[in-house]
């Protein structure tokens, strides 16, 4: 009798009601980040590639920080156990508590990279010389590295502002598999884009956002450790 009461399982715990639970919590994910980022993207899928609408394209953008951080929170959180399953409150809850920090790093970056893919499109038509396309390059790889770093430490910690921008600069390179990782999955959102659409990325979105969640453990583990209390 007591062999059978350690081998019993309760109901959530066993690897079956943990897929289902991991599937369920993407799914919700999914339609949460599709909910509050498809009003501003359809425009964004029948605009045109033309140089001339990547301001407007960065504007487009806006809403996808919050809406990612949230979807960082949500999965950061949640437990796999499949009695207590409730991404959504999850997801609108890191959506109210951490929005407004993020934008006050996520506006900044479109509009930056904004203005260098600017630069870089018309760089013949405002006389740049050919090699200043190499340091343009560099510098928005280096924008987006740290603020893919940032967007991460301002989802999951409370800090201000300044000391997220800190900490994402600080662990480019005290955690350099980390930004290796986040620019191999931007390649990979980049190609899936190219070869296929933007609507495909979409419906990928939630996998995207945990990949980039488990990519950004070593830095979460650290920051946790050395940083919080």
């Known amino acids: 009798m007591g062999g059978a009461a350690q081998t019993w399982r309760q109901f959530g715990d ?13 799914l919700v994910v999914e339609l949460l980040l599709l909910l509050t980022t498809l009003p501003a993207l359809l425009p964004l899928l029948v605009l045109g590639r033309d140089p001339s609408n990547l301001p407007l394209a960065a504007l487009l953008l806006a809403p996808v920080g919050p809406a990612v ?45 904004a203005v260098l893919a600017v630069n870089l499109a018309y760089s013949g038509a405002v006389g740049l010389p050919g090699w200043w396309a190499a340091p343009l390059v560099l510098i928005a790889v280096g924008v987006t590295l740290c603020a893919a770093n940032a967007l991460v430490i301002a989802s999951l910690f409370d800090f201000r502002t300044r000391d997220v921008l ?6 480019l390179l005290r955690t350099p598999g980390v930004p290796v990782g986040n620019a191999l999955l931007l390649a990979a959102a980049a190609g899936i884009t190219a070869v296929f659409s933007e609507a495909v990325l979409m419906l990928l979105a939630s996998i995207a956002v945990l990949a980039y969640l488990r990519i950004s453990e070593p830095m979460i583990h650290l920051i946790r450790k050395e940083f919080t209390s």
């Open 14 to 26: 066993g690897p079956l009601s943990r897929i289902t639970s991991r599937v369920y919590i993407l």
């Open 69 to 113: 951080s949230a979807a960082l929170y949500a999965l950061r959180h949640q437990q796999t156990d499949l009695t207590d399953l409730h991404p959504a409150a999850l997801f609108w809850h890191g959506y109210r508590a951490n929005a407004f920090g993020v934008l006050r790093i996520w506006v900044p970056t479109l509009l930056w990279l």
């Open 166 to 171: 800190r900490l994402a600069v600080h662990f």
